[in-house]
């Protein structure tokens, strides 16, 4: 685990934008507009003793939950004896306790994500997005950390409170930034699913920003796992070249170091790269539908913090609470 120098405040002023390049001091500034946003599973609290979450865990804790049965190591303090009295059988009250919540988000910065032809790569669009949410996160009182998947692995980054949780993960992502041509192989989804299933307790929000191309059966498998005992809040990357071919007419696509020519305007080749994309999308979809989940889409031609915004405004059936 990486060691960090302490957090310095974030700069006043502005950062200047990159379409191509993950800069720290541009995701720092985000941390204003994330004001805005509110994560999927929180409500107001008026205890300052307590985090703003309600958690699944029962015990002695701060909000009345109900009454049943004693069992064998039941504390005896709170036994309720006029519900004992009545029933003539031993009866104990439950709380449910209010904790800071672990936020993890699983940001997506493999090779594939260097792309775009509309404002930005895919990559600066889904840390500007992991940024948001992040700073969202703190300002809720909760605890991030999270994983970060590129060339060659993917770098863990323990939840801690506050800019100590959020700044290694946002210097992770400019660090980690993709490149285009990498040598090394990129690193599946499934491998940091698998990850977050060993480290992520019962109770957490699992935040994935992604484009999902590699969103296979063993990447299925590993969420639905997660899904079952955590929230759930999945965004899916994507350039609009992805969705939808330009129109008919040779066109030049350079990665920095080659140049291949193709015209994706119409015919076979533009049909199934249409369905390539429409493919991913829906078979995302049907899986989060499943389990009461509705993913985020957001292109590299829209505002991170405008996509966002509408759709965890309050009403919104985006993402699911534990």
């Excluded at 541009?26 to 004001?35: F, G, P, S, Y």
């Excluded at 309720?80 to 672990?102: N, S, Y």
């Excluded at 292109?299 to 009403?315: F, H, I, Y």
């Amino acid at each position: 685990m990486w060691r960090w120098p302490e957090p310095a405040a974030p700069a006043a002023a502005p950062a200047p934008a990159s379409g191509t390049a993950i800069r720290l001091a541009e995701l720092l500034t985000l941390r204003h507009q994330a004001a805005r946003l509110v994560l999927p599973g929180h409500r107001r609290t008026t205890s300052p003793l307590a985090g703003p979450f309600r958690s699944a865990f029962r015990g002695r804790g701060m909000e009345f939950e109900e009454v049943r049965e004693y069992q064998p190591g039941d504390d005896i303090r709170n036994m309720d004896w006029r519900v004992t009295a009545r029933t003539g059988r031993p009866h104990t009250k439950l709380f449910r306790e209010e904790r800071e919540r672990p936020v993890y988000l699983l940001v997506d910065l493999n090779p594939a994500m260097a792309f775009g032809t509309r404002v930005s790569f895919k990559s600066v669009a889904a840390a500007r997005a992991a940024a948001l949410l992040g700073w969202a996160a703190v300002r809720s009182g909760d605890r991030v950390g999270g994983l970060v998947l590129a060339a060659g692995g993917h770098q863990e980054i323990r939840p801690g409170r506050g800019h100590r949780g959020l700044l290694p993960l946002l210097r992770t992502l400019e660090s980690l930034q993709p490149h285009p041509g990498a040598a090394a192989p990129p690193t599946p989804l499934a491998d940091g699913l698998d990850r977050l299933r060993r480290v992520a307790r019962p109770g957490s929000l699992i935040l994935i920003v992604s484009d999902f191309t590699t969103f296979d059966q063993q990447a299925r498998r590993h969420l639905a796992l997660l899904a079952a005992h955590n929230g759930l809040l999945p965004l899916l990357i994507h350039d609009p070249l992805e969705a939808d071919p330009p129109p008919a007419g040779r066109r030049a696509y350079s990665d920095g170091h080659r140049t291949l020519t193709l015209d994706l305007g119409q015919g076979p080749l533009a049909t199934a790269y249409r369905a390539a994309f429409a493919r991913r999308r829906d078979e995302l979809t049907v899986f989060c539908h499943g389990r009461g989940v509705l993913p985020l889409l957001l292109s590299t031609a829209e505002d991170p913090l405008t996509v966002l915004a509408n759709a965890l405004a309050p009403g919104h059936a985006s993402g699911r609470g534990p």
